[in-house]
């Protein structure tokens, strides 16, 4: 069965490092999205993305935060300048474009230091 | 998207059917009812959806009153691998349009 694939399933990085987390969302899918869940708190949509530019945000995501789809596979959530605070696991999804079901990976462990 | 409301954690033997209830009064007309769960910090799990007749697949069904505001999932022989977050959420099917995940129900299945 097709499923979206993260890497890497887990980053230790110091806080103002630049971070990139990577997905390979479904083949055929043409909707992308990032959602991030902090330890023990629910999870939170950050960004969905359609046809190489941003289609919805929520107000996490703010100007540390870029997407970027550089290739026909790929799909990336750049965080600029770390904080301790986005320290959380990063869950890349993908949806249908017909039924529009999203599908999640199982997510990239970000730990800021 | 409307809100929906869940309870915070239920119990269910292991072989008997769970049935975990959703609240969504405001749901209207173009809205969704999805199910996701989430095992143990894993990536959320689609499970079903429907918008208002009963669905059923080779995970769960779905069954959504009448008036629409309110679903229950069934898991009909629960598994101990059945314990997570279930989360129940009211979507438009406008393409690209977010997940909002609340805090769901924890359900634990029992030996």
């Known amino acids: 069965e097709p499923e979206v694939t993260q890497t890497p399933s887990h980053q230790v990085t110091q806080m103002g490092q630049e971070v990139i987390l990577r997905c390979v969302p479904i083949?055929?899918?043409?909707?992308f999205y990032w959602y991030r869940q902090i330890l023990g708190q629910k999870v939170e949509f950050l960004v969905s993305?359609?046809?190489?530019?941003?289609?919805?945000k929520s107000e996490i995501f703010d100007d540390q935060f870029s997407v970027e789809r550089p290739d026909g596979s790929n799909f990336t959530l750049k965080i600029r300048s770390t904080k301790l605070e986005d320290s959380a696991m990063y869950f890349c999804?993908?949806?249908?474009?017909?039924?529009?079901?999203?599908?999640f990976g199982e997510g990239s462990w970000l730990t800021v230091v | 998207d409307a809100k929906t409301t869940q309870p915070p954690s239920m119990d269910c033997a292991e072989g008997r059917a769970a049935n975990l209830p959703c609240n969504h009064s405001?749901?209207?007309?173009?809205?969704?009812v999805y199910w996701y769960r989430q095992i143990h910090s894993q990536g959320p799990q689609y499970i079903i959806h429907?918008?208002?007749n009963n669905e059923t697949n080779e995970m769960a069904s779905l069954i959504i009153t009448e008036d629409r505001k309110s679903s229950t999932l069934i898991l009909p022989h629960a598994t101990l691998r059945d314990t997570a977050v279930y989360y129940c959420?009211?979507?438009?099917?406008?393409?690209?349009?977010?997940?909002?995940f609340g805090k769901g129900t924890s359900l634990l299945v029992t030996p």
């Open positions: 999804a993908s949806s249908t474009p017909i039924g529009n079901t999203i599908y």
């Open positions: 083949s055929n899918h043409l909707y």
């Open positions: 993305f359609y046809n190489n530019e941003i289609s919805e």
């Open positions: 405001t749901i209207s007309g173009n809205e969704y």
């Open positions: 429907g918008l208002k």
């Open positions: 959420i009211v979507r438009s099917l406008r393409s690209g349009y977010a997940l909002n």
